[in-house]
C-alpha cells in the first residue's frame, strides 16, 4: 500500500499544481532534487573533476540500483542523457550488421524516433519494415508475430508502452517468441519503467532503454539502456570514445567490456547520482505496490470521464494502465490542454507526429493525454473532472 500523505509531503510540487502530466516529465522527490543541488553545489565548491572523485560510490550505486530495478547485471547497465540516446546505440550498432532484404519487425504503436530509425536504416541498407498486426484490443498480437518470423527476421523492436496511451503491449510474451528463434529483441520501456515492475528476465528481452524524467521521477537529462552480456558479443556500439574503448597500441583499440560501451567520457554526473535516489525512491515504495495504485487511480479516472457527455475515451488493450487518453467533440486536444492549464492543471495531448501508424488507423490527428502516478489523488481526479466538465459544457 502506498501512504499517498507521505508521498505528496516528499513532493514539493504537488502544493503548486496538479500534475497529470507523469508519461511527460513527473514531479521530482525531494531527495531527488537534493541530490542533484547538492552534486552541483559541490562541483561549484571543489571542482567538477573532483566532486565526481568524491562521489565515486553514489555514481557506481546508480548502476547497481538499475540492475536491481530491472534485474540484471551492473555491468549490463549504461547510464545516457535520455532514452533516445540509449535506444540509438543498442539500434544503430544491431544495424550496422544489416544486409538488404533483412527484416526487422515493430508494432502499430511505434514511438516516431525509433520509426525514423528504421525509415533512414532501411534507406541505407534494403531493409524491410514489418508491422506486426494488433489483436481485437489494439495490442500487438503474440500469435500474428509468431506468423511473420523467418530467417530474414533480424531484430523485434517494439514499444511496450506507448507514448498516446495506456495500451500495455504484451512483451512477455513477444521475448518467449524471440528467445525461442532467437531473434534479437529491442525494447521501449520508456514510459513502463518506475509504472509498473519491469523484470528483463521475466521479459526477456536483451535491450531496454528507458528515461529518467518519466515514471521514475529522476531529472531530466537522464536515462539508461539496458544491454544483456550475450547481446554484446554480438555488435559494437555505434559510436566509440576513449570511455567506451581503450586506444591500446597506435593502430589498435579495444572495446570495454561492459554495457559502459555505450556511454561517453563525459557524463552529467549530478543527474547520474539523483536518478540512482530516484530508483531507491521508486524501489523504496515497492513497483507492485506503485503499479496497483496506479492502475486504481486509472481506473476511476477513466469511469469519470466516460459519464462526460462528449468525451471518448481512447486508451487500447485489455487492462490498460496510467496514461489515460481522450479525445473531445469539438475540441481539439491542444486546446483541451491550454483550458486546463489555467486552472494550474498539467496535461499534454500527444500527435500524429509522435505514434503515426497508430494515429492514423484510428483516424486521429492528436488526444488529450492525462497520465497519473501513484502521488496523484483521488480528490485531484474530482477536481480535474470538474474543471473539464466546466470548460467543455
Ligand atoms: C518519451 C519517449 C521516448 C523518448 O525518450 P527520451 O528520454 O525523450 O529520449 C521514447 N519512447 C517512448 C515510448 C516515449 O514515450
Redesign the pocket.
Known sequence: MIDVKKARAETPGTENVLHFNN?GAALMPGEVVDALKDHIDLEAEIGGYEAAAQTIDADAHTYDAIAGLINCKTTEVAFVE???VGWSGAFYGLANTFKSGDRILTARSE?S?NYIAYLQIAERTGIEIDVIPDDETGALSPSALENMIDDRVKLISI?HV??NGGLINPAVAVGKIANALRVPYLL?A??SVGQMPIDVAEIGCDMLSA?GR?YLRGPRGT?FLYASSQIMEKFDPPVLDNHAAKWTGRNTYEIRSDAKRFENWENYTAGKIALGVAVDYATSWGLDNIFARNLHLATLFRDRLSQIPGVTLRDLGTNPGAIVTFTVDRIEAPDITARMAKYKINITHSTLFSTRLDMEKRHLNAVVRASLHYYNTEQEIDRFIEKLTVEIA
Open positions: 508519461a535520455n532514452a533516445t514511438y524516433s514499444t506507448p507514448t521501449d520508456c514510459q528515461t518519466k536515462g
